[in-house]
């Protein structure tokens, strides 16, 4: 029995080493999306890559990690990570087989995906890139689309519920801030056009 709980142990660090990686990773990535960092996105997509592949043999050993936290934790960052990666870079959405990931984390990612595009919505308007705010708010609703066409009980989908009432609050707050930048757009462009008829 202690030999059996031993390498319990001896799995149990591996797979958290391994998922603190994925995590780190992914989140350095989606901080380098933001800023334009092409290489860095690169270099951490793929540390995060390496570590998960690594965190998923480790967790084979014993098929009851896959459903832990731990696993589904790292997953979940991983695949928003590559969704939000996909959608600035070639707005194209990616499914769980492209990246091989469990359907639950998979949601989860999809739907954490859409407060990063909120961020970079916002980052646009302030920097008057309005139809990439346009394009940002555009993938939010297909988020949301895709999640609420997932209606199961929480035995089911766990957390599924509040993620959907999550990414609604996130795209209504975003589709005002939007509003509000267009308008103040064309109030200023209407305003120069005054401005050049008069001289």
Same mark, same amino acid.
């Given at each position: ?42 270099? $951490?997509?793929?540390? =995060? ?5 690594? *965190? #998923? @043999?480790?967790?084979?050993? !014993? &098929? ?12 979940? $960052?991983?695949?928003? =990570? ?5 959608? *600035? #870079? @070639?707005?194209?959405?990616? !499914? &769980? ?16 995906? =859409? ?12 920097? !008057? ?71």
């Amino acid at each position: 029995m202690r030999r059996h709980f031993d390498v319990q142990e001896e799995l149990r660090e591996k797979v958290l080493e391994f998922s603190r990686e994925v995590v780190r990773a992914s989140s350095r990535a989606i901080a380098a999306m933001h800023r334009g960092d092409s290489v860095t996105v690169r270099k $951490e997509m793929s540390r =995060a890559n390496s570590s998960l592949s690594a *965190l #998923a @043999k480790a967790a084979k050993k !014993d &098929p009851a990690w896959m459903d832990s936290g731990l696993v589904q934790s790292a997953y979940q $960052e991983y695949c928003e =990570a590559r969704i939000v990666q996909a959608l *600035l #870079a @070639k707005g194209k959405f990616l !499914d &769980p087989k492209e990246l091989r990931a469990p359907y639950k984390a998979y949601l989860g990612g999809m739907a954490d995906a =859409a407060g990063e595009l909120r961020r970079y919505a916002l980052d646009s308007i302030r920097a !008057d890139k309005v139809e990439a705010a346009e394009r940002a708010l555009g993938h939010m609703e297909d988020i949301l689309e895709l999640l609420m066409s997932f209606d199961y009980p929480d035995a089911i989908l766990p957390g599924m519920r509040r993620r959907q009432d999550m990414v609604r609050q996130v795209l209504e707050r975003t589709r005002g801030d939007l509003t509000a930048a267009i308008r103040q757009q064309r109030l200023e462009r209407a305003l120069e056009r005054a401005k050049r008829r008069t001289k």
